[in-house]
């Protein structure tokens, strides 16, 4: 009964000195973070896209499209600043299925947390010295963001996590943009709550220690649509939504008003090809309404090689296991169209 503790794992100091970055790479992130950053105070008038497969499965598929991405980014660079998604723990609704990398680094076999802690850092290390991208994850387990904090440039915390307590205090404490997801219900309030902890000083636990936070002045909202009582998806990102934020962050007195429209989740119904649409609306409204263009900061898109999701066990490469995402054709050309829209 109960719970069978298996084996110590390694505390995150050790995994990075196990595997640690050459100075090259350290360098490439600052500047990766700076760029970003800049976005989010409003100095840089760019649009950020947050993009990549809705789960990281295959160090091989993931790599091969991020090696797509660096090429893309070569190319629409005055216009938009380009984050990859590797996504390596997936939050589950019901606790059934692929739980990501951290869980199972081969989709195929049982879990195996030591191999994937190594699996996950080694992948995002790789994104970075071969590709020049610090890339983005999503801060499933507030505890295990240290094993990645020097390589990520990008923190989402999921619609399920948002209204945790450990989740928006950790939030406080980091120093790169963290997106704070609405609430599956869709309430804004909780949304904004959660990024008035992580803009706020804390004092609290972490990892056995007792830690006193800074406070993330740029911790921002993520419009990612919600479910209503009888489970149908409804969408957020629309003209009058962006709006209502506006005037919701008006009154917050938060610093760096900012919003990533997530165009897949419930803004799609997860309907990936409806990303295409949503992303051209998204645009749409930034260029019809200046409060609007200065608060909406970024896009985020699930894409990957092939179009759709399969099956684990499949085994067709690059196609999601996850969600469904937007092939690789119809993404170069969606970055394209959004670049000219900026």
């Not at 298996?6 to 050459?22: G, H, N, S």
């Not at 020049?132 to 440039?153: I, K, Q, T, V």
């Not at 996590?161 to 404490?173: A, D, Y």
């Not at 090689?305 to 085994?315: L, N, R, V």
Request: some cysteine; overall charge negative; hydrophobic content about 35%.
């Amino acid at each position: 009964m109960g719970m069978n503790f298996k084996r110590k794992l390694p505390i995150p100091m050790e995994i990075k000195e196990r595997l640690p970055l050459t100075i090259e790479m350290a360098q490439q992130k600052v500047k990766n973070d700076a760029e970003i950053k800049a976005v989010f105070t409003g100095e840089s008038d760019k649009l950020l896209l947050v993009i990549g497969p809705c789960s990281a499965d295959s160090k091989e598929s993931v790599l091969d499209y991020i090696s797509r991405l660096a090429e893309l980014r070569e190319r629409v660079k005055d216009k938009i600043v380009i984050v990859p998604r590797i996504y390596t723990n997936k939050p589950r609704t019901t606790g059934a299925g692929y739980k990501g990398m951290l869980h199972q680094p081969d989709p195929n076999e049982k879990p195996d947390m030591l191999h994937g802690i190594v699996a996950i850092r080694d992948l995002h290390m790789c994104a970075l010295k071969e590709y020049g991208f610090s890339c983005a994850d999503e801060m499933l387990y507030p505890d295990n963001y240290r094993y990645l904090s020097d390589l990520l440039s990008y923190v989402a915390v999921g619609a399920r996590s948002v209204e945790n307590q450990q989740h928006r205090l950790t939030s406080s404490g980091i120093d790169i943009p963290v997106g704070m997801k609405n609430p599956t219900s869709g309430d804004l309030s909780i949304m904004m709550n959660a990024i008035t902890a992580a803009q706020s000083k804390h004092t609290f636990i972490y990892r056995g220690w007792e830690v006193e936070s800074e406070g993330n002045p740029y911790a921002h909202a993520i419009m990612r649509g919600f479910v209503d009582r009888d489970g149908h998806s409804i969408s957020n990102y629309h003209y009058e939504d962006l709006v209502n934020l506006s005037e919701a962050y008006a009154k917050s007195g938060l610093v760096n008003p900012a919003c990533i429209v997530d165009a897949n989740h419930a803004n799609s119904g997860k309907k990936y090809l409806e990303q295409i649409r949503i992303c051209k609306d998204i645009m749409y409204s930034r260029n019809h309404n200046n409060d609007i263009k200065k608060l909406v900061k970024g896009i985020m898109i699930e894409s990957y090689i092939e179009d759709g999701a399969q099956k684990i066990g499949d085994g067709i490469y690059g196609k999601s296991i996850t969600d469904p995402c937007l092939g690789w054709e119809k993404t170069e050309r969606l970055v394209f169209d959004i670049a000219e829209e900026v």
